[in-house]
């Protein structure tokens, strides 16, 4: 054990405990013990504390007991010819370095609520994002339960170099190998003044977490951030509760590849939030020259790595990591990873653009059999991009046409398969850097950068990721596959006209499908990795509450995947028609939960509602005093008629639990038949959002008309006409809303 590294981490929770208190003293000095504290917009309070302790952080008084409790945990500071304990002391030194800082941070946003500039586009403004709130962490959590997104790497510092310039081109070059990897960079602090997000907005890079490059904040003590952040994954999406402090540590250890990675001398400070960072398992790995730990137990192989070179250092801390990375290099002159797919391309970055209204963009995805499709053959019919004059030179930006025309053939490929892989295109496109897909079927736009054109981005490059991908991710039904992309005006208005013929007829197969018209059902076990005891049931009236698996996805990659999360359940016996329970429902909830959840009603909110990880579009929850049902989605901030916002619900309803009045449910499943069927379905719903409203508006007014109220969605309360039970209920009166002749719910 490094007695240099020990000594380093308890001197600087000394420095930062003490930090902390002359904050907090100085705090309540001007503010009181009862003033409320904590970070934006969450359930959480201050989320290693909470996670940890199990404490509530609400007032700043509680920040005082915090800061007892790691004084508590502070060992003595260690002097020159005293020999460090192991490595306990050290981290206890961590765990009280991280409370300390998440009180200095509580104060910070006490003291000036726009310390940090909240938004999604650091580029238009301050670079430093703060603490992420709950709609953001539930947006992105998802991603670290789907396997998208691992881990995240907490890079402390920036790159040292000779000159600036080369300081910029390794930093652009460490984020785009770390989001090849498919990691989230988390960003702190600053060496030898040079911030690490700086360097990149020099470069013309975006961030922000629609490009996975997140710069928390401007001082180390924002690590606590991140930390935070995987804290909340382990009680939202693994039902681990506030207060199992080793549940919560085992968890990331086990299941976050988490890592961080200072860059430059190394202070007390930053070797206390390293010795922090270990006790979740996440190893520091650095370019500097500082003693290594290597014992097993905690990290997967050492805890601390030092002196590596810029080069192989991405390489090296996936590998202390243990991150089995199986991305697959493609022949594309672009970086190709799922974390470009939220980049976007500004009218000033844009060289070209195809659809969006501004030109036909149509892209269709077709079966054909095996004689008839050429397998690997990529055509472009029409004008190139590396045909267009003036590369590199500002202006306004070219437009053509664009059709994308896919074949593809398998013995075991189905007709319904099709719209299942023809979805893949988007983000399948979006991966490639520098390129921004929006939009699918008829309405596709696409935008291609300044910077991926110059790199020598081409349409066929188009062509050759959606061979390869389909190919690899679809192996098991498509067998062949022939990429055809249309540019020229003509050819793409004949693919037009083909493709609104082939969606017409997709549209009525798919419309009138029934949960009565099938005998299997399918479970949708991929959230359990972070809910061990969550099952979704997905029925075709019933789709997964993330929204992003119907019943014929669920079918068809069960067909890809025989051993995979969506595995079919015949019906069988009919048990209660009126909530929705059938023998092998019944069945397969127990088997699949591990016997946590016993039984299952797909229909009802009362009676034994599903449950749910956390990736939920949208919570459900009965209003007693006024016979009904509120529906909230994750991106209301609001207040809602329960007197709780989204949050606070989700952190009731998510990790696999069953909570009774309360379901977690798909935006698309509001305006289905059997939505929640056994209270009286959309009639008995009396509030949702008004940006929810507008976003289902056609499909709810013609559920409407089915139901017999033409005006039902306008006798729905939102937020600027009632935000209390209260006033619900006088809202509910003066439209007539339905819910007035309906049954009492309890």
Known sequence: MSKIICSAAIRGAHKIVNMAWEKYEEAVKKYGKEQEVGFPNTAYYLPIIYAILGYPVKRLGDCGEVLEEAKKLLPPVPEKEVWTP?????????????????????????????????????????????????????????????????????????????????????????????????????????????????????????????????????????????????????????????????????YNRDRTYAFAMPFGPVSDEWYANAAGAINWGFPAISDWD??????????????????????????????????????????????????????RIRKEDLYLECGGGRTIGVELLLSKPLDEVEDGKIEVIGPEINELP???????????????LVKVAGARMQEDFEPILERQFHHLINYAQGIMHVGQRNIMWIRIGQQAAEKGFLFKHIGRILYAKLRQEFSAIVDKCEVTIYTDEEKAKEVLEMAKSVYAKRDARLAGLTDEDVDTYYTCTLCQSFAPSHVCIVSPER??????????DARAYYELNPAGPNQPIVKGDLLDEKHGKFVGTEEAVRKFSGGKVQSVSLYSIL?????????FECIAAILPSVNGIMIVHRDYTGMTPTGMKFTTMAGMVGGGQVTPGFVGIAKLY????????????????????????????????????????????????????????????????????PVLNLPPLM
């Not at 960003?187 to 997140?214: C, F, K, S």
């Not at 070179?309 to 799922?338: C, F, H, N, Q």
């Not at 003036?390 to 994308?404: E, Q, V």
């Open 86 to 250: 192991y490595l306990g002391p050290a981290l206890d030194a961590g765990m009280a370095t991280y409370f300390a800082e998440e009180v200095i941070e509580a104060i910070r946003y006490l003291e000036d609520p726009d310390f940090y500039t909240k938004t999604e586009d650091p580029l238009n403004g301050n670079y430093w994002l703060g603490a992420a709130d709950d709609v953001i962490f539930r947006k992105r959590g998802v991603e670290f339960v789907d396997g998208t997104a691992p881990g995240f790497a907490a890079i402390l510092g920036a790159p040292i170099a000779e000159t600036r310039e080369k300081a910029r081109e390794l930093a652009v070059k460490l984020a785009d190998e770390l989001r090849e990897k498919t990691l989230y960079v988390f960003m702190h602090d600053q060496t030898n003044g040079v911030y690490m997000p700086e360097l990149l907005r020099e470069a013309g890079v975006q961030l922000g977490w629609n490009v996975r490059l997140i710069p928390f904040g401007p001082t180390y003590t924002s690590v606590v951030f991140a930390i935070g952040f995987a804290c909340r994954v382990a009680m939202a999406f693994g039902g681990i509760k506030p207060g199992d402090y080793m549940g919560n540590l085992l």
């Open 290 to 343: 500082i003693p290594e730990i290597k014992p097993y137990g905690i990290c997967m192989y050492e805890h601390v790595v030092s002196k590596i070179p810029y080069e192989e250092i991405v390489d090296r801390a996936v590998e202390v990591r243990g991150l089995k990375v199986t991305a697959v290099k493609l022949d594309i002159p672009v970086s190709y990873a799922p974390a470009f797919e939220g980049e």
């Open 670 to 737: 509001i305006a289905s038949r059997k939505f929640l069927k056994a209270e009286g379905g959309l009639l008995r719903v009396v509030w949702m959002p008004k940006s929810l409203k507008e976003e289902l508006r056609e499909k709810l007014e013609e559920r409407g008309k089915e139901l017999g109220v033409p005006d039902l969605l306008d006798k729905i309360a939102d937020e600027t006409t009632a935000n209390t039970e209260e006033e619900l209920a006088e809202w509910i009166k003066k439209v007539n809303h």
């Open 390 to 404: 003036n590369l590199g030179i500002k202006g306004p930006p070219y437009r053509l046409p664009l059709a994308i």
């Open 607 to 615: 009676v034994d509602p599903m449950t749910s990880c956390g990736c």
């Open 543 to 552: 789709m997964g509450l993330c929204g992003a698996y119907s019943w014929l």
